[in-house]
């Protein structure tokens, strides 16, 4: 049951949480995050929830002073809850005032899951009639929540809301298509197609305002973490082309314009495209560079000998060592340190885990070993290069977790 759960979570994207009696913990399918929302903070809530449920003939939605809406479908045995949902976006204002009612402590006050009340009393609906073999109609709970009086209010506002998504569900259709043929253009090295597969795709995106800044640079990121595996799969070697998802994901982080982030992604699309490219035309001993490549991506948390890579790949150490040099301008080396270097920049940059720890997890002997090879590649310290990139967002919301990278 708890998996076929987790999977309703996930279709609907609302939370569900059970119990078997009163007084007791809410208990998650684990599908969302429980640290901020207000049936797990304020037991109080969930208690009324359950009384009403007990004495009422269908399930209980409640709308709060904040008109966010909770619900509660009771068995013989469970009683369940979801929410928190809100029908109609809320303003700044309103969403600092529902944080702070329920004693909820976050610095983005990140608002409720948003749908219709339609589709909010068809998932009670659906629950109540899986959990308890009952039918009820949308009509029945309102009535008996006495809600009903809502419905006028948000229905013409629903009714054309519909008629929006039908047109944006068209286009979305069409854009899909479009990302496919991006995405066969770069696994396929296509450099004389995919330019103008992505004018035709980002032609349907458009540019947003700048209120939509965190969304598209959200998608940027998105769209290189997608890049990076149709690279892949086109014959390029994971780490080089985790090394340049790494550069784009860091430029699109620090980028602070629609048109920066629109650039980012098309850039990517194109560079992966030619990598591929070069991957499939590359052969002999050029490949012996990739491998090599692929040996420290996957080893670089421990001590790599020379002799073990050059012995993985059936050749001589020195054959080795004559080709890398040849194609990357640096020696094997070299080339571990840079990488390793990378990786703890990374994890400076995105985690709270100590230098100590760092500097273990991506191979160095020791905190101070990679205080000087960081500072070498760096031109700064591993704490300085924390204080000066360590976005703010990233301080808050790890604040007070354990973050471990073992």
């Known amino acids: 049951m708890k998996s076929y759960m987790r999977k309703l979570e996930l279709l609907w994207g609302l939370p569900l949480f059970y119990r078997k009696k009163k007084g007791a913990p809410l208990e998650s399918f684990g599908s969302f995050l429980t640290d901020d929302n207000p049936l797990i903070l304020s037991p109080a809530l969930a208690d009324r929830l359950e009384e009403k449920a007990a004495i009422q003939c269908f399930p209980v939605i409640q709308r709060d002073e904040h008109q966010v809406y909770f619900a509660c479908v009771k068995t013989e045995s469970y009683s369940y809850y979801t929410g928190p949902v809100c029908i109609e976006t809320m303003g700044y204002a309103r969403l600092s005032r529902y944080y702070r009612a329920y004693g909820i402590s976050s610095v983005r006050e990140k608002p409720p899951v948003r749908m219709t009340l339609e ?3 068809t998932f009670i609906c659906f629950l109540y009639e899986l959990l308890t073999g009952k039918n009820v109609e ?12 809502i419905r006028p209010h948000l229905w013409e506002k629903e009714e054309t809301m519909l008629e929006m998504r039908i047109n944006e569900e068209e286009a979305y259709h069409h854009t899909y298509q479009e990302e496919q043929f991006v995405m066969d253009c770069i696994r396929e090295g296509n450099v004389r197609d995919i330019e103008n597969r ?80 070069q991957a499939r035309s590359k052969k002999g001993d050029s490949n012996y560079t990739e491998q090599c490549k692929d040996y420290i991506f996957h080893n670089y948390h421990h001590k790599i000998h020379l002799e073990d890579v050059a012995r993985a790949m059936g050749i001589s150490h020195g054959h080795l060592s004559r080709v890398f040099q040849r ?80």
């Open 138 to 149: 949308p009509d029945q709970i309102l009535e008996e929540n006495r809600l009903l009086a």
């Open 327 to 406: 194609d990357e301008g640096m020696s094997i080396q070299d080339y571990i340190q840079r990488f390793r270097v990378e990786r703890a920049a990374n994890l400076l940059k995105y985690s709270e885990a100590g230098f100590a720890a760092i500097s273990e997890y991506v191979g160095f002997s020791s905190q101070s070993h990679l205080g000087s090879v960081f500072k070498k590649y760096m031109g700064m310290t591993p704490k300085e290069y924390r204080e000066r990139y360590k976005e703010k967002e990233f301080r808050s919301e790890t604040k007070g977790l354990t973050s471990s990278i073992k």
């Open 198 to 277: 992505l004018e035709v795709l980002m032609g349907m995106a458009g540019i947003l305002s700048a209120k939509e800044q965190n969304h598209q640079r959200n998608l940027a990121i998105v769209a290189v973490a997608v890049y990076t595996r149709a690279a892949i799969d086109g014959g390029v070697s994971p780490a080089r082309a985790y090394r340049l998802s790494d550069l784009y994901i860091n430029r699109i982080d620090r980028c602070t314009s629609i048109e920066g982030f629109v650039e980012y992604t098309r850039s990517a699309a194109m560079e992966f495209t030619r990598m591929v490219e």
């Open 119 to 121: 589709k909010l009393l």
